[in-house]
C-alpha cells in the first residue's frame, strides 16, 4: 500500500502537469484579450489601467514614505531628475497570481479553507510586486542601468516564483498530512 504521506505518489506527476496546463490556458486567454478592438481587450486594457494605476498610486506612495520625491497620475510613476516608471500589462504579476489560484483550486481541500490560502498567498504575490516596483523605482534612480534591467526581470521572477512554489507545495504537503 502506497503511503499517503508521500510527495512521490504515483499522482505526483499530475501536480507539474497541472500547474503546466493552468499556464496554457492563461496563454491562451491572453492572447484572446490582446486582439485589437474586442470586447474582451477593451475589458483587458480597462482593468489592466485600473490595477496599473493602483500599483502606481501605492508604490508612489511607499517611496514617499522613503523619503523620495514621488508621485502618480495614471499608471505613471514620476520620480526626480525627470525619470517615470510605468506600471503597464507585464508589472502586474498576472501570470504568478493565475498560476497560484489555478493549481491551489485544481488541489484537494475544502473551498473555504481554499479560498483564504489563495487571498492570503494573493496579498503576499502583491506585497512582493509593490517591493519590486519600489526597488525598481530606487534602481532607475540610483544605480547602472543594468542593475534595473536585472532588477526589472530576473529578481522579481525569482522572488514571486519562488514564493508561489512555496505556497504551492506547502498547500499540497498540508492537505496529504505531512
Not at 66 to 93: D, M, P, R, T
Not at 98 to 121: A, E, Q, T
Not at 132 to 153: E, G, K, Q, T
Request: charged content about 15%; hydrophobic content about 55%.
Amino acid at each position: 500500500m502506497e503511503s499517503k504521506t508521500s510527495l512521490f505518489r504515483s499522482d505526483s506527476i499530475l501536480i507539474p502537469i497541472k500547474i503546466v496546463s493552468i499556464y496554457i490556458a492563461w496563454k491562451i486567454f491572453h492572447h484572446f484579450a490582446s486582439v485589437e478592438s474586442t470586447g474582451l481587450n477593451i475589458f483587458w486594457k480597462q482593468l489592466c489601467e485600473v490595477f496599473g494605476t493602483a500599483y502606481a498610486v501605492i508604490t508612489a506612495k511607499m517611496l514617499v514614505l522613503f523619503g523620495q520625491k514621488a508621485y502618480s497620475s495614471g499608471i505613471n510613476i514620476y520620480l526626480a531628475q525627470q525619470k517615470e516608471i510605468w506600471v503597464q500589462e507585464h508589472c502586474l504579476a498576472i501570470p504568478a497570481k493565475v498560476i497560484f489560484v489555478g493549481s491551489i483550486l485544481s488541489f484537494h481541500g475544502k473551498w473555504k479553507d481554499k479560498f483564504l490560502f489563495i487571498v492570503i498567498g494573493l496579498m503576499g504575490i502583491i506585497l512582493i510586486n509593490i517591493a519590486r516596483l519600489i526597488f525598481v523605482s530606487l534602481a532607475w534612480l540610483y544605480f547602472p542601468l543594468y542593475f534595473f534591467d536585472m532588477n526589472h526581470s530576473l529578481i522579481y521572477a525569482v522572488l514571486a516564483y519562488g514564493f508561489i512554489f512555496f505556497m504551492i507545495r506547502w498547500w499540497i504537503k498540508r492537505q496529504i498530512g505531512n
